[in-house]
Each structure stands twice: as C-alpha cells, then as structure tokens.
C-alpha cells in the first residue's frame, strides 16, 4: 500500500485496564479539521476489532470505513491506531470489489436456487419410497437395516420413513429378529 504522511489525520494509542476495559491514553490529530471520529466513542469498538479473541483468530491489521481507515499496531496490552483519510485508488479499488461481490452473490443465488430444486426433488424422492415399501412388503416380511440398504437411506431417514407409513397404518410390526424389527404390509 502507497500512502504518505499527509494521508494520516490522527494517531491514538489505546491501553487496556483490568477493570474498565479499553481507554485512550494519549491522541493527536495532525490536521485542524474536525473529523467524524470520536476516539472516546470508539475506543472499545477498535480494541476489541482488533484485539479481540484468542491467539489463533486472525486478528485484521487495517479497516476500512467509508471516510477513513484505520491501521493498528499492537504492543503488550496496548494499541497503536494511525487514522488515515484513503486515497482515489482505495474508492476505486472498493468499487471494482463491488463489481466482484454482486457477481458473486448472483453466482451464489443461482446455486441456491438449484440446491432448493435438487431438495424438492428429495421430498419426492421419499415420497416415492413411502409409497414402495408397502408394496414391497406386501406379502413379505423385511428388517429395517434391510430396507434402508435397498433404498440407501441413513438410519435416521429410514425409521422416519418406518414411523410415517406406520402411524398411517400402511405397515406394521411383524416380529423381531434380534435386535432388528421384522415389517410387514397392512
């Protein structure tokens, strides 16, 4: 990143009590004009930003708002912020990732729109097995672990599938074998 040292419009270092939590301990600002930053506000939000969570988090090093960034440089329990007006280069950058992101969430909303299609399709899918295992088991008798390799359906999926054609008298216990249930057509 190019920057020079006019860019940089203030500078605060942030310290850190036991009790109270984050404070300023010192801040300057290098230009008169009187920015939409107050430090004192901000204080906690930028140590926690940037010093928040664990030491296996990435911690980020700058941010970028819409007037203005901030780089921080962590010492001990301390924090060093510079906070700095970006250039052209930094809207134009900010534009062409917008450009990105839109194409993006465009991408990304097709490819949930295909998932939920491929869901439906699921349900049917289920739907079709409901109304196959009665015909399968009409006249026979057959294991759950049994069905639910025939179908290839998880544990799970199949005693749902059991319990519906059941509670809906479709099929019925037969007997059990071990510690499997035999099932049978009503």
């Given at each position: 990143m190019n920057f020079t040292e006019n860019e940089i419009f203030g500078a605060a270092l942030i310290g850190f009590d036991m009790i109270d939590g984050p404070f300023i301990k010192w801040k300057k600002?290098?230009?008169?004009?009187?920015?939409?930053?107050?430090?004192?506000?901000?204080?906690?939000?930028?140590?926690l930003a940037?010093?928040?969570?664990?030491e296996s988090v990435k911690k980020p090093r700058a941010i970028l708002y819409d007037k203005f960034y901030i780089?921080?440089?962590?010492?001990?329990?301390?924090?060093?912020c510079l906070f700095m007006r970006p250039k052209n280069l930094i809207d134009n950058n900010i534009k062409q990732l917008n450009k990105i992101a839109s194409k993006i969430?465009?991408?990304?909303?097709?490819n949930v729109e295909e998932n939920e299609k491929?869901?439906?399709?699921?349900?049917n899918t289920i739907d079709e097995i409901k109304r196959l295992i009665p015909n399968l088991l009409n006249g026979t008798?057959?294991?759950t672990p049994e069905l639910r390799r025939y179908f290839k359906l998880s544990n799970s999926q199949i005693w749902k599938i059991?319990?519906?054609?059941e509670n809906s008298k479709k099929i019925k216990r037969a007997e059990k074998k071990g510690r499997s249930i035999l099932w049978t057509a009503i």
């Amino acid at each position: 990143m190019n920057f020079t040292e006019n860019e940089i419009f203030g500078a605060a270092l942030i310290g850190f009590d036991m009790i109270d939590g984050p404070f300023i301990k010192w801040k300057k600002e290098f230009d008169d004009i009187k920015n939409s930053v107050n430090l004192n506000d901000f204080a906690m939000n930028f140590y926690l930003a940037f010093r928040g969570g664990n030491e296996s988090v990435k911690k980020p090093r700058a941010i970028l708002y819409d007037k203005f960034y901030i780089v921080a440089f962590p010492r001990d329990l301390e924090l060093c912020c510079l906070f700095m007006r970006p250039k052209n280069l930094i809207d134009n950058n900010i534009k062409q990732l917008n450009k990105i992101a839109s194409k993006i969430i465009t991408e990304m909303k097709t490819n949930v729109e295909e998932n939920e299609k491929d869901e439906d399709s699921d349900e049917n899918t289920i739907d079709e097995i409901k109304r196959l295992i009665p015909n399968l088991l009409n006249g026979t008798k057959m294991t759950t672990p049994e069905l639910r390799r025939y179908f290839k359906l998880s544990n799970s999926q199949i005693w749902k599938i059991m319990s519906d054609l059941e509670n809906s008298k479709k099929i019925k216990r037969a007997e059990k074998k071990g510690r499997s249930i035999l099932w049978t057509a009503i």
